[in-house]
């Protein structure tokens, strides 16, 4: 199934770094797109939600979707230690079921 | 901070037996849902529950899969007899309603080991 599509990582970067984390996807029903995080032996927590095309910020995170590209961003800034996570990407249509990516495996080293 | 629970953490079984994992949703929401993932893929949708019945369920949802709201407060996924490709990580989501931007809050997941 590859309705979404997300580079599984790893991802390494230095603390204080930008990072970029995306997802395509194919199907254009999609109208609800969401991140999670997730840490190990732990299940998705949601982090960001966007709906439809355009912007979304809340502190250091930004999640940014172009529907007509169907592709999905999120923009962490100053990235800490703390944010070393498995980041998903996860998107529906309507109230329906999720659509999950693999996930980005991310690590912000000290 | 409500939460969604699952019991138990890790689950091994033989293949062919039966399985029961066990999630207890936030109090107050009223839909439920059993995702899985298998190591190294994507999380998947499995069945999701509202009013004591299926109201979507996913192909990998087949006749050896069922869930069951038992009581006022638990929710189970049953699979009667397992196999090898059933091991997987197993995640039970619930949410106030269905509407499309409704939050669904994960529990930390169920490992199950089929050997």
């Known amino acids: 199934q590859k309705e979404v599509e997300q580079d599984p990582g790893p991802l390494s970067v230095p603390e204080g770094a930008i990072v970029s984390l995306n997802c395509t996807y194919s199907?254009?029903?999609?109208?609800?797109f969401m991140w999670y995080r997730q840490y190990s032996r732990k299940g998705p927590e949601l982090l960001m939600y966007?709906?439809?095309?355009g912007n979304k910020e809340d502190g250091r995170f930004t999640a940014q979707v172009d529907k007509s590209s169907k592709y999905i961003s999120l923009f962490i800034r100053d990235s800490q230690p703390s944010d070393s996570a498995t980041y998903l990407c996860?998107?529906?249509?309507?109230?329906?079921?999720?659509?999950f990516g693999t996930g980005t495996r991310l690590t912000v080293i000290p | 901070e409500p939460e969604v629970t699952q019991t138990p953490s890790h689950q091994v079984t033989q293949m062919g037996q039966e399985v029961i994992l066990r999630c207890v949703p936030i109090?107050?929401?009223?839909?439920f849902y059993w995702y899985r993932q298998i190591l190294g893929q994507k999380v998947e949708f499995l069945v999701s529950?509202?009013?004591?019945?299926?109201?979507?369920k996913s192909e990998i949802f087949d006749d050896q899969f069922s869930v069951e709201r038992p009581d006022g407060s638990n929710f189970t996924l049953k699979i009667r007899s397992t196999k090898l490709e059933d091991s997987a990580m197993y995640f039970c989501a619930s949410s106030e309603g269905a509407n499309a931007n409704t939050e669904a809050f994960f529990g930390q997941g169920t490992r199950l080991t089929v050997v």
């Open positions: 109090s107050n929401h009223l839909y």
């Open positions: 529950f509202y009013n004591n019945e299926i109201s979507e």
């Open positions: 966007t709906y439809s095309s």
């Open positions: 996860a998107m529906k249509a309507g109230a329906n079921n999720l659509f």
């Open positions: 199907n254009s029903a999609f109208q609800y």
